[in-house]
């Protein structure tokens, strides 16, 4: 696609049976030219207990098994757990041999129990993905106290320069013109283009605001919304590529996977 040799889904997830099957997934993404997908698995109920999210990562480990060429995987826990927390990342790093680390809303991204899986990333040059509400703190309605925003994202960003952190979906509703405006000057701080929002211009303003350098493609499992809005958008071969495999393989690359 686009004469570009590689598309890497840098934000995708695996779902429980038999709503979700992961063959017919890899089906649909391939006939939309994504080569390999960065995958997690989501406990179904939150704050997410340690059985549950080590079972989960047990399943996607089972993704990776069967799919080496295309699944690369994301460790997820909630930081709550702490120590245990600590130990099942680096079990998912060292034995599952898994990209990095997956965040949801179990804690805030600014909780100091977030601050040692941070640490343990940066040792293993491990990314973390970091789901993020694109609203301004005093607009929050109804979100729980641990949804981290733009602003959260790009402070834990800095006081962990050394960290190669992706603030997820700014297709995913919510102000992006905001939120990417919140993050440009933080250069750790990378942005994934997923979520179901397909609006005009985003992906152009995303380029200006942060540079190509800073975006990942993803769909958020919105495969077809995902590659159209960077097919539809009006972007130069330099960074379509960089947005679609680049950056993220130099990420992948960096974490020593093939």
Same mark, same amino acid.
């Given at each position: 696609?686009?004469?570009?040799?590689?598309?890497?889904?840098?934000?995708?997830?695996?779902?429980?049976?038999?709503?979700?099957?992961?063959?017919?997934?890899?089906?649909?993404?391939?006939?939309?030219?994504?080569?390999?997908?960065?995958?997690?698995?989501?406990?179904?109920?939150?704050?997410?207990?340690?059985?549950?999210?080590?079972?989960?990562?047990?399943?996607?480990?089972?993704?990776?098994?069967?799919?080496?060429?295309?699944?690369?995987?994301?460790?997820? #826990?909630?930081?709550?757990?702490? +120590?245990? &927390? *600590? =130990? %099942?990342?680096?079990?998912?790093?060292?034995?599952? !041999?898994?990209?990095?680390?997956?965040?949801?809303?179990?804690?805030?991204?600014?909780?100091?129990?977030?601050?040692?899986?941070?640490?343990?990333?940066?040792?293993?040059?491990?990314?973390?993905?970091?789901?993020?509400?694109?609203?301004?703190?005093?607009?929050?309605?109804?979100?729980?106290?641990?949804?981290?925003?733009?602003?959260?994202?790009?402070?834990?960003?800095?006081?962990?320069?050394?960290?190669?952190?992706?603030?997820?979906?700014?297709?995913?509703?919510?102000?992006?013109?905001?939120?990417?405006?919140?993050?440009?000057?933080?250069?750790?701080?990378?942005?994934?283009?997923?979520?179901?929002? #397909?609006?005009?211009?985003?992906? +152009?303003? &995303? *380029? =200006? %605001?942060?540079?190509?350098?800073?975006?990942?493609? !993803?769909?958020?499992?919105?495969?077809?919304?995902?590659?159209?809005?960077?097919?539809?958008?009006?972007?130069?071969?330099?960074?379509?590529?960089?947005?679609?495999?680049?950056?993220?393989?130099?990420?992948?690359?960096?974490?020593?996977?093939?």
């Amino acid at each position: 696609m686009w004469g570009i040799a590689l598309i890497i889904d840098a934000h995708a997830h695996i779902w429980y049976p038999p709503s979700f099957s992961l063959e017919e997934f890899l089906k649909w993404a391939a006939k939309l030219g994504i080569d390999k997908l960065c995958v997690s698995k989501l406990p179904s109920l939150r704050p997410s207990s340690f059985s549950s999210f080590s079972e989960a990562n047990k399943d996607v480990a089972e993704a990776m098994k069967a799919h080496p060429e295309t699944v690369l995987g994301y460790c997820y #826990v909630n930081p709550a757990y702490e +120590e245990k &927390a *600590v =130990r %099942e990342f680096r079990k998912c790093l060292e034995e599952y !041999g898994m990209l990095g680390l997956k965040l949801y809303t179990d804690c805030h991204c600014l909780d100091p129990r977030v601050s040692p899986l941070i640490e343990l990333a940066v040792e293993f040059n491990a990314p973390i993905l970091i789901h993020t509400a694109h609203i301004q703190r005093r607009y929050i309605k109804g979100d729980p106290p641990t949804v981290s925003n733009s602003e959260d994202v790009a402070e834990l960003a800095r006081r962990h320069p050394k960290a190669t952190i992706i603030m997820a979906h700014i297709g995913g509703g919510g102000d992006w013109e905001w939120a990417l405006k919140a993050v440009r000057g933080v250069s750790n701080l990378m942005v994934d283009t997923s979520g179901s929002g #397909v609006d005009l211009g985003m992906i +152009e303003m &995303a *380029v =200006r %605001e942060v540079g190509a350098e800073r975006i990942v493609f !993803g769909t958020d499992n919105f495969l077809s919304s995902g590659i159209g809005k960077i097919r539809g958008a009006e972007l130069n071969e330099r960074d379509r590529e960089l947005i679609l495999s680049k950056n993220m393989l130099r990420i992948i690359e960096r974490r020593g996977l093939p």
